[in-house]
């Protein structure tokens, strides 16, 4: 069949050569017989004209012979024996010296990295093993003998600069030409070709089983990606499971005891901390319900959107808890009334600390940009905050007999929580209406 193909060159020989072609080791060559300059000049030719993307030529030669080949071979010694440490063998660093002696030629590889930088790394390197795959054939066509060695010094970062390269640039080994000693008949043995090639035509079943396969792949890949996603959701459901057992706890302590101390900073945090018992609740619930309909064949959601739902739900409710506490804040500076501030300050402690502990268990959730783990978070902040203002003002109003500051108190921490709920729900109204730039 190869016969009825009409070609420029003749294919057989170039076939036969690339069969043929084999690594001749150094101490096969015949020591002191020299391969012509212009054939060494034609091999190096042959191999600068590999595909090289970007036409960067990244491949940069040295070529030692006569008493280069001394040079050369001393130079890898010592620096192998200066910077092999542990890994030091006297059967390779005694090579280092020989092998060089016995060749004709050798030429040292190396790549220079495009000063742009914008080709990835291997394509200059896929480059420089092009052009030594050219040379390999040249050398084989020329019935030369010639091999590529990487050990030694190739990869310590001192020899480099000896090959006049960056620490930027790659040291890919030494290539070693000589006449063989003895004619090596046969071909180096290679699998056969089925075993690394798929062929993928006309064929029905070729195609059928590889749209399978490909199936297969891009559902093991969604698999994982989901189950990536199903763990954050199972984390994230049992931490605001637990914040709300908490919250619940401390709102009854904080209300009771509100009503007790006739406290307005106390029973309104008490209050503000049931309706982020509904809002924390609201986040528990949503990853509820993404973990137990996010995978199901009958309901099709993005769970992403599920959450910044909830966040959004989250962040309106907050908002409405900041005017009812601005409201009801301005209500007593108007008509102050006494306070029992000791009892009041030991139970706002008790919430500061449960708060804390909260904000500590959401605080992990919160950096992977949920909004909805997010805006528990900040619901847990925003208890803190109405804690902490509360203890403040109380401590004072105590101290200077000053009830006003405990309605103040409040007045400061729906400001507050007002800027950290429109914030929330600019983040979370824009991924639900997929707003390309999501404000912060």
Known sequence: MEESIQ????????????????????????????????????????????????????WRFKVFSGEGLKYFGDLQASLYNQFAGESFN????????????????????????????KLPENEEIEAVACAVQNMFLSVTAYGLGSYWTSAGITYFEEAKPYFDLQRKDKLLGFFYIGYPAKTITGVSKR???????????????????????????????????????????????????????????????EIGVGYYANSMALTAEGWHMSTHVFAI?????????????????????????????????????????????????????????????????????IGLIVNAISARMLHQGNGHHDDNIRAAYIHVLADGLTSLTAIVTLGFGWYYNLYWLDAASG???????????????????GKLIDYAKVLK
């Open 7 to 58: 070609t420029p060159y003749d294919t057989r020989q170039l076939n036969e050569i690339i069969k043929h072609r084999r690594s001749i080791y150094p101490y096969q060559y015949i020591k002191g017989k020299q391969v012509p300059e212009e054939i060494v000049r034609q091999i190096l030719e042959n191999a600068i004209r590999a595909p090289n993307h970007k036409q960067t030529e990244p």
């Open 90 to 117: 006297e059967d390779r660093h005694r090579k280092m010296r020989e092998y060089p002696l016995m060749s004709s030629h050798v030429i040292s590889i190396g790549m220079r990295r495009d000063d742009t930088g």
């Open 191 to 253: 699998n056969p070709l089925e075993v690394s090639t798929e062929w993928i035509s006309d064929n029905r079943d070729d195609l059928q089983e590889l749209l399978a396969r490909n199936e297969t792949v891009a559902h093991t890949k969604s698999v994982k990606e989901t189950m990536d996603v199903h763990e954050h959701t199972i984390d994230y459901e049992n931490t605001s499971r637990w914040v709300v057992y908490l919250t619940v706890a401390t709102m009854l302590l």
């Open 281 to 349: 609740g609201l986040t528990w619930l949503a990853y509820l319900f993404s973990r137990r309909y996010g995978q199901s064949g009958r309901h099709s959601f993005q769970q992403d959107k599920v959450l910044s739902l909830s966040g959004f739900t989250s962040a309106i409710v907050l908002q409405i808890i900041a005017i009812i506490m601005a409201i009801e804040s301005i209500d007593r500076l108007i008509h102050p009334v006494p306070v029992k501030f000791s009892e009041a300050i030991i139970v706002a402690v």
């Open 411 to 429: 007045l400061i921490g729906a400001i507050v929580i007002t800027s950290w709920a429109v914030q929330l729900i600019k983040n979370s109204g």
